[in-house]
């Protein structure tokens, strides 16, 4: 009966430990994909501001009084890539998405932009990198849901605890974005 007993005993600690180590595996996984989605979004949208100033420069000898257009999207361009945060990066690249949105929105009244093939080209460009960075961002998010669920689960939680891993924050286009189509539907 006593060997019974430590068997069983040894049994349970066994079946304790190998839990313990499955889920200290999962959540190192579970962590470096998070690493790897954001990696991903972040190589999109440094594309992104490779296609800025191509833009600009299409668009400034045309703009003239809508100048402002150009402004703006250059102020929300040296933001995004001088954020040296993720936190403040996605909200510097949120901005920096409503902004190109807004200017697409204000030259869709300029016919004369409609009609250079340098400018539809550009626009073309924007429209597959928004698309890829949504989908990219899409991915991130799910990878962060399992990331932080995994870490509200027993024992997840006390692993998680003690190797002080972080719940890790979604790539959210904002309140304004929301009520927009997604991905950026750049109108011209």
């Not at 901005?95 to 016919?111: E, K």
């Not at 460009?125 to 995994?150: G, L, P």
């Not at 997840?156 to 286009?173: D, F, P, S």
Request: net charge positive.
């Amino acid at each position: 009966m006593l060997e019974f007993l430590l068997i069983g005993g040894i049994g349970v600690g066994a079946f304790g430990v190998l839990k313990c180590v499955a889920t200290y595996n999962r959540l190192m996984a579970l962590d470096e994909r998070c690493t790897t989605a954001f990696a991903d979004v972040d190589a999109l949208l440094t594309h992104r501001h490779d296609l800025i100033p191509g833009l600009v420069e299409s668009v400034r000898s045309v703009v003239g009084q809508e100048r402002h257009y150009i402004d703006t999207v250059m102020h929300a361009y040296r933001e995004a890539i001088s954020a040296n945060k993720p936190v403040l990066r996605l909200q510097a690249e949120q901005n920096l998405g409503a902004t190109i949105n807004d200017l697409f929105t204000g030259l869709s009244r300029m016919p004369n932009m409609n009609t250079s093939t340098h400018f539809v080209d550009l626009r073309n460009s924007f429209k597959d990198v928004e698309n890829r960075i949504t989908a990219a961002r899409r991915f991130y998010n799910n990878t962060v849901e399992e990331h932080n669920s995994t870490l509200r689960q027993f024992p997840a939680n006390m692993i998680g605890h003690r190797l002080r891993l972080q719940k890790r924050r979604q790539y959210n286009l904002g309140a304004e974005r929301i009520l927009k189509q997604e991905p950026v539907s750049l109108r011209v």
